[in-house]
């Protein structure tokens, strides 16, 4: 049975476009984009869901914990459910908030080297390295993502030449789906749907090319 590892941040998690700042929500599984993949693909797939919402590339968020730094977790996290067959990762979303102030070209290299780093520890067969989708400073996060529409430009072209670099596949969600207007930042049921099913396409035409 191979393993699908999805590591990313709120919208791996299944966090709901947010009302208010305190907004708890989670979609069940019927929703998720992992679980829709998971299904696209097939029962003979274990799928390893590791969403948590805030979750940087490299960074502690003085708001939501240094443990949301996926540096911090990464190492674990691999060696917890190796052999992994294909790491769905998407990150980046989070390194935009206006209290990290970095551009996509930082984000983009901070992904290379936890791409680089999975690659050497052996527990990853196949990565496919998502773009998520651009931010929109919207609703109850438009404060806290100020000026993330302008920092991000460029994310995908960027984040497309890390692949290249690791060896990783390269999907822009950009392509297929795009943030809910209602905070700019996560998506909604069809969203969730619509990436689920692409980046089924995407994981079996990987496993397919091995």
């Known amino acids: 049975m191979p393993t699908v590892l999805c590591f990313g941040d709120s919208n791996t998690f299944g966090t709901p476009p947010m009302v208010h700042l305190e907004d708890k929500r989670r979609f069940g599984p019927d929703i998720r984009w992992p679980w829709v ?8 797939w274990h799928l390893v869901e590791e969403g948590n919402p805030g979750r940087t590339t490299t960074r502690d968020d003085p708001d939501v914990g240094p443990h949301r730094n996926a540096t911090r977790v990464f190492p674990a996290i691999l060696e917890s459910h190796w052999p992994i067959d294909v790491m769905v990762f998407m990150l980046g979303t989070n390194d935009l908030k206006a209290v990290h102030g970095v551009a996509a070209d930082t984000i983009a290299e901070d992904i290379r080297g936890l791409i680089t780093f999975a690659k050497g520890t052996g527990f990853v067969a196949r990565t496919l390295l998502v773009c998520p989708p651009m931010v929109q400073e919207r609703g109850c996060l438009a404060e806290v993502f100020a000026g993330a529409e302008a920092r991000g430009q ?33 998506f909604g049921p ?15 035409k990987l496993m397919g090319a091995s």
């Open 190 to 204: 069809e969203a969730h749907d619509a990436l689920g099913r692409a980046l089924a396409d995407e994981v079996a």
């Open 37 to 44: 993949m998971r299904r696209a693909l097939g029962e003979r």
């Open 154 to 186: 460029g994310l995908a072209d960027h984040i497309h030449a890390v692949a290249a670099k690791t060896g990783a596949a390269f999907f822009d969600a950009n392509s297929v789906i795009a943030t809910d207007p209602l905070d700019g930042v996560h």
